[in-house]
């Protein structure tokens, strides 16, 4: 089967890992790799991944190194905040939603170079295995996967890092021993798990919410006074700041800092993985967690009262198909219509109040408003009978008042 990849490309951040798992393709496989490291906002240095790709023997022109955050933010993070996405009540899906892009590229530059294979380096215990290989088959349905993971004979770390030394691969300082946590990132997130949070009946530990590279300040380290901020939305999307117009990824970083600066979107959260165990993790999305109140606040001055709510019914099954890793199925796509269609009329500006962690709507307005205050306020009619509400209510009640005559007339109550 190994003799039967000729070319392949691999999802390679120059870390460890991946730097283990691009030498153990070459020995197991004996192909030509293709490296793919996707700049999602994460905040590192990317350039390194060039240098240890070509140190393997990587071919310059078989090194890919691509800035996608922008189409990061405007096609997959937006789409999913039109829709007011949560998974579980919760979490934002910051890890989710950027496999189906990571995977979307790998495809077209194995189309691009004729590879037949792709490669990542997700565990067999958890969802990017599915995330990444449901998006590969949607994409290219003959594509050869490579899940090293759930291949080779390494068992643990200490069988890692006896492979890297015995091949000259470089470790990193402390990286010898079992990381305290592991942590993905991009411009939407940063996601903790494993180690020190695998017991969920433990507080997070200052090592995780107060490492040098967290996104977010803590609320008791926030600052005593409240922050103001407006967001600006044109068609159900933000794109300003205070009445300054911003690109998308430039709009969600500059949220994410002012979040951050103010305690906002750090989240200890136990979830349901798609392959059947719980997992725990500590989640900062500061940015996100503006977007999201703000977007609901539009929302709740331009939206009719029926679309809302079936937004709000519809948004949870959305949500399980983007964690679950199907964003580039039929089902998704005919949701997304759902959700895009209603966000015509989703313009105006939010103002928000930011304080120790909290996120608070002091004010929305709109051109599209349909919020009437000559019809809600006490002092005017403005055009509403209100004895009109007695018919409305009896013919609310009347299958009520039938089954009360019943009861009362077979005894039924007594």
């Not at 071919?59 to 190194?65: A, G, Y």
């Not at 993971?149 to 390494?154: A, I, N, P, V, Y």
Request: charged share 25%; glycine share 10%.
């Amino acid at each position: 089967m190994a003799k039967d990849v000729k070319k392949v490309v691999l999802a390679y951040s120059g870390g460890l890992d991946t730097s283990i798992i691009l030498k153990w393709l070459q020995e197991t496989y004996g192909c030509e790799i293709v490296t793919f490291t996707a700049d999602l906002g994460q905040g590192e240095e990317l350039g390194p991944a060039r240098e240890k790709a070509i140190q393997f023997g990587v071919k310059p022109e078989n090194i890919f190194i691509e800035d996608l955050r922008e189409e990061f933010v405007k096609d997959f993070v937006f789409p999913m905040f039109r829709a007011n996405t949560l998974y579980e009540g919760q979490y934002l899906l910051g890890t989710s939603i950027a496999r189906p892009l990571i995977a979307k590229r790998q495809i077209e530059i194995a189309n691009m170079v004729g590879a037949d294979a792709v490669c990542h380096g997700a565990t067999g215990k958890g969802n990017d295995q599915v995330r990444f290989e449901v998006s590969y088959y949607a994409l290219k349905p003959d594509v050869r996967v490579i899940a090293p993971w759930r291949e080779w004979e390494f068992q643990g770390r200490p069988d890692l890092i006896a492979y890297a030394k015995k091949h000259g691969i470089p470790i990193a300082t402390g990286k010898e021993q079992d990381a305290p946590f592991s942590i993905d990132a991009n411009l939407l997130h940063t996601s903790s798990e494993g180690m020190v949070l695998e017991d969920p009946d433990v507080e997070v530990p200052d090592i995780v919410k107060k490492r040098a590279d967290r996104r977010t300040i803590t609320p008791e380290e926030a600052p005593d006074k409240a922050t103001y901020v407006t967001v600006g939305f044109k068609g159900g999307d933000a794109v300003s700041i205070d009445g300054k117009e911003m690109s998308p990824a430039t709009l969600l970083t500059e949220l994410n800092r002012i979040g951050g600066a103010n305690g906002v979107g750090g989240l200890d959260l136990v979830e349901n993985r798609y392959v059947g165990m719980k997992s725990r993790g500590f989640y900062e999305t500061p940015g996100g967690t503006i977007l999201w109140h703000a977007h609901r606040a539009i929302e709740s001055i331009t939206l009719d009262r029926g679309a809302m709510h079936l937004k709000d019914e519809l948004m949870p099954r959305y949500a399980s198909i983007v964690y679950n890793g199907f964003w580039w199925t039929p089902e998704r796509k005919m949701l997304q219509a759902a959700f895009d269609a209603s966000q015509e009329s989703v313009s105006g500006d939010v103002r928000l109040k930011i304080y120790k962690g909290g996120v608070y709507v002091a004010g929305r307005s709109s051109p599209m408003s349909l919020y009437s205050k000559a019809l809600v306020g006490f002092d005017e009619a403005g055009g509403y009978n209100q004895a009109d509400a007695e018919g409305f209510i009896k013919l609310n009640a009347l299958r009520l008042r039938i089954a009360a005559e019943r009861d009362r007339r077979t005894g039924r109550n007594e």
